[in-house]
Nanobody
């Protein structure tokens, strides 16, 4: 299982970024996938997740109405559209999948939001 996140960067408060996560090594269509973030010195926080066929989504309260999770099963890719970014959204963002009861994490992508 491999997950590769990309799309992070430096953005001013109020700006937008779109994260992508390219998945391989498993049947992407069959699994829910999600995004987590981590600030140095703090535990990873679940941000959003989406069911295998996109029927269900979840967002942590702090990002509701600003972030949108989506997936393209034909491209084995997970997305996170982040709008109205705030300095407190600054973190390393990771994509995650649980396959056969084991968690897999991709290499994170850094999002920095300046005030």
């Amino acid at each position: 299982v491999q997950l590769q996140a990309s799309g992070g960067g430096l953005v001013q408060a109020g700006g937008s970024l779109r994260l992508s996560c390219a998945a391989s090594g498993f049947n992407f269509d069959d699994y829910a996938v999600g995004w987590l973030r981590q600030v140095p010195g703090k535990e990873r926080e679940g941000v959003s997740c989406i069911s295998s066929m996109s029927r269900k989504t979840y967002y942590v309260d702090s990002v509701k109405g600003r972030f949108t999770v989506s997936r393209d099963n034909a491209k084995n890719t997970l997305y996170l559209q982040m709008n109205s970014l705030k300095p407190e959204d600054t973190a390393v963002y990771y994509c995650k999948v649980n396959v056969y009861s084991r968690d897999y994490w991709g290499q994170g992508t850094l999002v920095t939001v300046s005030s």
